[in-house]
Structures are given as structure tokens and as C-alpha cells.
């Protein structure tokens, strides 16, 4: 989207708005499924949790991809979105049995990630098969917090539980028709991602009726101009004719599975706001914006870069500032950026803020999460509307005080 048709959404919807590119999205989900054209079955299931919009789930659908969840709700969203059960997988971590068997009864792919729920799942339903979620052990990943594939993490199956996980299937009789691992987010070298698969392939052969190994997803989009990215072309290449090579010895033509959130949402994502105040102290320049970390919380939770740039004044002089939110604690977009010359009621556009942005705002502050606008088919599309009061005061319950109580209460 260029800067005047983003300045159009502010102008339209107000601030602060997430704006989404479907158009960007294709072209990532085509750039995945064509960097793996030589794999005869390939999946990409969108991880529901990056960006949850119903219109933005609608859309992976119309592109022919199923979707990856992480909670039941999200299951049914998937299904009020019109995926088939058969299309939806379901990788929950730490969640309950019932859980688990709730979206079983939905007919969702399960994925278990846990030897004690496999094995009471196996013992109540021997003959639904599940996926089973390994820990290769492999440090992969931007930071401790996107990383999960570590020794000290807690997802998957660690690999050194193979023999205790096969007990369980044989004396359960269950059967494991997938194999998955999600080593984190943020991967820049393929040489780890391939170390990680190799693990993966070496425990797949330990199964006799796998239909499809999943290898999750973590791959780095750039964030900044010039920033590594992983290279998913070069991936492709590698992987495929890794995986052909193992169906050919497994016997069967596999299904080889994704689960990309960030690489398919992330840069189709703009996040827009007003700037309410220029703020000069004696060491720097604030551009205080109507939002904070209730609505794009990633800077403040694990130091993410947002490239923002001010699309009112793009031919401005540049200058340095620190651009803050308005929430009442410390909540600092970027420090130090060369930004043109910014204006009280400019506008500033955050880039990469299609995932894990809105999805984690909350209303702190008492205010009110953004609406959210899809640009399709060269036009904008409200695909949620900005909350208003009622939202924040829908759920609370008010108990009526006796004043006589309440005096005494104070005396
Ligand atoms: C979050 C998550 C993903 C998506 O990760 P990205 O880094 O956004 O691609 C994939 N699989 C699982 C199991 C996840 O929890």
C-alpha cells in the first residue's frame, strides 16, 4: 500500500488502525508453496495465533491453506471461518485433557505434546490418531522467549522420551499418523533448521503409519532495511530433496507440513497513528502517539523492531526522536529513530505489524483495542470495528454498597 492510500485509512477509520494487505499475503503464502512446488503433498497451515481476524482467517481459506491452533477457541473460530475440521490442527501446550478431547470430537488433527496426556488420550481414545510434537533439542530462534526448542523448554516431547513415547503406543494400540516439531521463531540459519529436520526424520522412521511430518515454522521476515531474513527459497531446494528422500525410503509420499504465522502476516501489517504531542526535555524529542503497549506490545515485551516512519511529512527534514505511547508506565516504540520532521497530528506508520500485534493488544488503560481494516482488492474493507465503552464496561458486574456498610468500613 503506498503512503496516501494508508493516510486515507487514518483519515476514514481514525487511530490508532491496523491495516492489513491481503494482496501481501498471497504473495507470501505463493512464495512458500512455491519454494516447495517439488514436494507431491505439501501443507501450509497459517498459525491462527499470529493474526485471528475471522475476515484474515476467511481469506487463507479462499488461498487453499488450512491453519494451525493453539486453543479450542481458536478451533472454532477456524470453523466459524469455514475451514472443515480435517483442515485445522490442533497444537495446544500445557492445555487440559478435555480440552484436547473436545476439539478431538470436532474431528481436528490433534498434536500431543505431552507423554502423560498422550498416554491417557491413548487409553481413552485408542482409534482417533494423533501427531506428536518432538523436542529435537536444537537452539533455534530469535531470543529466549521465541525459542522453544531448547533443552529447558517446555514444549514437546523431548527426543530422549522416544522409547518411553512408543511404550505408550503399544500398550495403548494408538496410532501416530504425524510427526511435528516447532523449534521457535525467528530462524536465520537454514543449516540449524535442516540439523533440527534431520532429528525429526531419524525419530519419523520409528513409525509405520505416518501420513505427514510437520515442520512447524520460525521463519525470520526482515524488519529493517537490509535485515537477514530466512531464506525460504534456498530452504525449498534443500528440504525437498531431503524429504523426497525419506518418503522414497519410508515407502509412502508423505505430506510435508507448515505452520508459519509471522512470515505469511508480519509485512502486511501497518499499524497507524496520530501523534498527540511533541515533547522536548534537555536530552531528547518525544513524538507521544495515541496508542501504547495496550495496543502493539512487542518493542516493550522482547525489544522487537518496528521500522515507523511519519507518511504526513515524507519529504521532511530528518531528525531524531523517541516515539512513546500514552499509557501511564514505560512504553517506548523506538528509541532514537531518524524520522521526518514529525508535527503534532501527523500521522506515524509502524511496519510488520500484521503479527502477534493485534492478537496481543488488550484494553490497559481502559482503552479501547483498534478496528481493523483489510485492503483488497485495491479497497478497504472495516474487518472490525474500534470498541467503544460498552465493550469495556459489557463484563463487569457492579455490587451495590450500602453507604451504612461502607461508613463503617471507614471510621
Ligand atoms: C506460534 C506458533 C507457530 C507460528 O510461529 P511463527 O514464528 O509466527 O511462524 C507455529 N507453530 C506453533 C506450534 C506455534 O505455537
Redesign the pocket.
Same mark, same amino acid.
Given at each position: 500500500m503506498t503512503s496516501s492510500q494508508l493516510l486515507k485509512v487514518a483519515e476514514e477509520f481514525g487511530s490508532p488502525v491496523y491495516v492489513y494487505d491481503a494482496e501481501k499475503i498471497a504473495t507470501q503464502y505463493n512464495r512458500l508453496t512455491n519454494a516447495f512446488k517439488g514436494v507431491k503433498h505439501l501443507k501450509i497451515n497459517y498459525?491462527v495465533?499470529?493474526l485471528s481476524n475471522i475476515s484474515i482467517l476467511k481469506f487463507f481459506n479462499t488461498l487453499g491453506s488450512g491453519i494451525?491452533t493453539?486453543s479450542i477457541q481458536e478451533v472454532n473460530l477456524g470453523i466459524a471461518a469455514g475451514f472443515k475440521p480435517e483442515q485445522i490442527i490442533f497444537?495446544p501446550n500445557g492445555v487440559s485433557l478435555s480440552e484436547i478431547e473436545q476439539a478431538a470430537q470436532l474431528g481436528v488433527q490433534i498434536n500431543i505434546d505431552n507423554l502423560s496426556i498422550l498416554e491417557q488420550f491413548g487409553t481413552n481414545h485408542p482409534d482417533i490418531p494423533v501427531c506428536i510434537r518432538i523436542n529435537p533439542h536444537v537452539m533455534a530462534g530469535g531470543n529466549s522467549n521465541i525459542s522453544v526448542g531448547h533443552i529447558d523448554s517446555k514444549f514437546g516431547i523431548s527426543i530422549h522420551q522416544i522409547p518411553h513415547l512408543l511404550r505408550i503406543v503399544e500398550n495403548t494400540k494408538m496410532t501416530i499418523n504425524g510427526i511435528h516439531m516447532?523449534t521457535g521463531?525467528d530462524i536465520l540459519d537454514i543449516d540449524v533448521f535442516l540439523y533440527a529436520s534431520e532429528i525429526l526424520f531419524e525419530t519419523a522412521k520409528q513409525f509405520n503409519n505416518l501420513e505427514f511430518i510437520d515442520f512447524?515454522?520460525? *521463519?525470520k521476515v526482515p524488519y529493517k532495511k537490509g535485515d537477514i531474513e530466512t531464506n525460504i527459497e534456498e530452504l525449498g531446494q534443500k528440504l525437498t530433496t531431503r524429504f523426497n528422500d525419506f518418503c522414497k525410503n519410508y515407502g509412502k509420499d508423505l505430506t510435508l507440513a507448515f505452520?508459519?504465522?509471522? *512470515?505469511l502476516v508480519s509485512e502486511a501489517g501497518t499499524f497507524l497513528t496520530h501523534v498527540n504531542a511533541v515533547k522536548q526535555t534537555t536530552s531528547t524529542v518525544f513524538a507521544q502517539v495515541d496508542s501504547g503497549f495496550n495496543h502493539l506490545i512487542r518493542p516493550m515485551l522482547y525489544g522487537s523492531h518496528h521500522d515507523i516512519n511519519n507518511i504526513s511529512n515524507p519529504k521532511g527534514r530528518e531528525r531524531f526522536y523517541t516515539v512513546v505511547g500514552y499509557i501511564c508506565e514505560t512504553d517506548t516504540f523506538g528509541n532514537n529513530r531518524r524520522i521526518n520532521e514529525i508535527n503534532e497530528g501527523d500521522v506515524l506508520a509502524f511496519k510488520n505489524a500484521g503479527?502477534y500485534c493485534f492478537s496481543m493488544a488488550s484494553n490497559y488503560n481502559s482503552r479501547y483495542r483498534p478496528a481493523e481494516v483489510l485492503w483488497y482488492n485495491k479497497k478497504t474493507h472495516l474487518i472490525r470495528k474500534r470498541e467503544t465503552f460498552d465493550d469495556i464496561i459489557k463484563n463487569q458486574i457492579e455490587v451495590n454498597f450500602s453507604s451504612k456498610k461502607e461508613k463503617e468500613l471507614v471510621k
Open positions: 498459525a495465533k499470529a494451525d493453539v497444537t516447532h521463531s512447524g515454522s520460525g *521463519f505452520e508459519p504465522g509471522k *512470515f503479527a
